[in-house]
T-cell receptor, first 116, second 112 residues
Framework: QKEVEQDPGPLSVPEGAIVSLNCTYS??????FMWYRQYSRKGPELLMY????GNKEDGRFTAQVDKSSKYISLFIRDSQPSDSATYLC????????????????FGQGTILTVHP | EAQVTQNPRYLITVTGKKLTVTCSQN?????MSWYRQDPGLGLRQIYY???????DKGDVPEGYKVSRKEKRNFPLILESPSPNQTSLYFC???????????FGPGTRLTVL
C-alpha cells in the first residue's frame, strides 16, 4: 500500500465550478501537508501548505486537513481555465525536535481541466 | 531572479553510458533534492541533501549517485543508465525542506 493515495482523475469541469481534490495517507507521522500545482512542461510550484488539522484559505483555494481520518483536500472555488494543471499533494514528517527529515512523499497527481 | 536551473533539459542516451544532470540554485538554500516523475506514480524522491557533504537516500536511490560539494550545486549521476531510468527528473531546493520546495524546469531523459 502506498503511503499517500491521490484520486488520479482526470477531472474535467466547467468554468466556475467548485473543484475538490483529495488525498489519503497511511503514515500518522506526517505533519506537514502541501498542495503543488504543475502546469504542462513545468516543474511543480507550491500552492498551499498546512501544519494542523482544519482549514486554511488563500483566495479561491482552501486546504483542509483531517488528521483523525488521514485525509486532506484542496477546494478550488470559481474555477478558471487557468487552473487547468496537475495537482499534487505532498506530505512530510519531523523528528521529535520538530526538525524536518527533508523527505517529501507525493501523491500520484490529479489532472484537472477547466473548460470555458 | 531566484531560480533552480537544470541541464540538460532533454537527453537521449544509450544503456551504460555514464551521464550527469546538473542542478544549481541561486537562493542560498541548504536543502536540495532530486525527484523522478513517471506516469501514474507521481513524484518519487531519489536523493536529498540537507547541507554540503550531507546526503541521504530517498525512496528510489538505486542506480543513482549524488554529491554536494558546494551549497549551490547538486548533480545527479547515472553511472550506468538503463532503460528503466527513462523518466522526467526534477531538482528542488528549499530553506524549509519539509514545506515548500522550489523546483527546476525538469530534465527529460530517455535511455535506449
Amino acid at each position: 500500500q502506498k503511503e499517500v493515495e491521490q484520486d488520479p482523475g482526470p477531472l474535467s469541469v466547467p468554468e466556475g465550478a467548485i473543484v475538490s481534490l483529495n488525498c489519503t495517507y497511511s503514515n500518522s507521522a506526517f505533519q506537514y501537508f502541501m498542495w503543488y500545482r504543475q502546469y504542462s512542461r513545468k516543474g511543480p510550484e507550491l500552492l498551499m501548505y498546512t501544519y494542523s488539522s482544519g482549514n486554511k484559505e488563500d483566495g479561491r483555494f482552501t486546504a483542509q486537513v483531517d488528521k483523525s481520518s488521514k485525509y486532506i483536500s484542496l477546494f478550488i472555488r470559481d474555477s478558471q481555465p487557468s487552473d487547468s494543471a496537475t495537482y499534487l499533494c505532498a506530505m512530510s514528517h519531523t523528528n521529535a525536535g520538530g526538525t524536518s527529515y527533508g523527505k517529501l512523499t507525493f501523491g500520484q497527481g490529479t489532472i484537472l481541466t477547466v473548460h470555458p | 531572479e531566484a531560480q533552480v536551473t537544470q541541464n540538460p533539459r532533454y537527453l537521449i542516451t544509450v544503456t551504460g553510458k555514464k551521464l550527469t544532470v546538473t542542478c544549481s540554485q541561486n537562493m542560498n538554500h541548504e536543502y536540495m533534492s532530486w525527484y523522478r516523475q513517471d506516469p501514474g506514480l507521481g513524484l518519487r524522491q531519489i536523493y536529498y541533501s540537507m547541507n554540503v557533504e550531507v546526503t541521504d537516500k530517498g525512496d528510489v536511490p538505486e542506480g543513482y549517485k549524488v554529491s554536494r560539494k558546494e551549497k549551490r550545486n547538486f548533480p545527479l549521476i547515472l553511472e550506468s543508465p538503463s532503460p528503466n531510468q527513462t523518466s522526467l527528473y526534477f531538482c528542488a531546493s528549499s530553506s524549509r525542506p519539509g514545506r515548500e520546495q522550489f523546483f527546476g524546469p525538469g530534465t527529460r531523459l530517455t535511455v535506449l
